[in-house]
């Protein structure tokens, strides 16, 4: 079944080899709709790093010479094109090309068992599976990660590649990829499509379905709390105090005082016969 794919002529391929797998392939491998050979082109502005020519079909070689003529791309911010197995290689390292620009054409070159191209996608300076890519942009990380704080409301992302979209919801545009053990502060919640999500920044949601996310609601710092208890417990003590010292003053000589509560119901008002006054702050 043939897919949307921008770095061939004819806009659609067919995928002989997915990324990964038991053999670790490093690249998607991809011919044109209907098993046919197409002109290969750049998947986004960059400029040329890389370039292999002269090589012919040399099965079983390793490194740099497996993939026969090739053209490496940068990108910038970490993310790097590289098509392989080429026929022929249109373009010099140094040189600027737009996105759909020609840069070769579809061969047999390298450790290749057929005319096709070898893809490969790098993300962070680390080769990432192209089948997300074929049709659609490099994503760039603006929204930098931040550390663990628990005055803030965090949540850590527990899976590679989840997608950071425009609004809460999957049909909002992907705008960046989430990479695994990153951690973001977070600003409002919402449910729908039996998804939570997070909000974390100016139109950027997470969603949160199956422990894709851990969730660090904020929490009180803990030697703020501690404090308060203290204080509660200082206030206790004080209260403790004056009852018993008015206890020791109505046992000492009882009958020389009266012990009033104070129209401000916070003192203990005692007042002597001889109309001598003493006043006892409560708390
Ligand atoms: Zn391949």
Not at 131 to 156: F, G, I
Not at 157 to 185: F, H, K, M, Q, W
Request: proline letters at 2%; aromatic letters at 10%; hydrophobic letters at 30%.
């Amino acid at each position: 079944m043939a897919v949307k794919c921008r770095v061939l002529k004819g806009g659609y391929c067919e995928i002989t080899q997915y990324y990964g797998g038991s053999n670790n392939h490093l690249g998607i491998d991809i011919v044109g709709k209907n098993y046919t050979i197409d002109t290969v082109l750049a998947h986004t502005e960059g400029t040329v790093i890389y370039t292999q020519t002269g090589q012919s079909n040399n099965q079983g070689s390793t490194g740099n010479a497996s993939y026969g003529n090739f053209v490496k791309i940068n990108h910038g911010s970490g993310w790097f094109t590289l098509y392989a197995h080429l026929d022929r290689v249109n373009v010099k390292v140094g040189d600027k090309v737009t996105k759909g620009q020609v840069i070769g054409y579809m061969g047999n070159t390298g450790n290749s068992y057929g005319a096709h191209l070898h893809f490969e996608v790098y993300k962070n300076n680390a080769r990432t599976n192209p089948l997300n890519y074929l049709d659609a942009d490099l994503l760039s990380s603006t929204l930098k990660p931040v550390t663990r704080d628990e005055n803030k409301d965090q949540l850590k992302v527990n899976v590679n590649d989840l997608r950071i979209r425009t609004g809460p919801s999957t049909t909002s545009s992907i705008i960046e990829l989430a990479t695994e053990n990153s951690i973001y502060n977070y600003y409002e919640t919402k449910s729908s499509e039996g998804y939570t999500w997070y909000r974390i920044d100016d139109n950027k949601w997470l969603a949160n379905k199956d422990n894709w996310c851990t969730i660090y609601p904020k929490t009180q710092p803990i030697d703020n709390e501690e404090k308060l208890k203290e204080e509660i417990k200082n206030l206790q003590s004080k209260i403790k105090q004056l009852e018993e010292e008015n206890e020791q003053l109505k046992n000492n000589n009882i009958s020389d005082y009266k012990i009033f509560v104070a129209p401000e119901s916070s003192l203990y008002y005692m007042e002597l016969e001889e109309n001598q006054q003493l006043f006892y702050k409560k708390n």
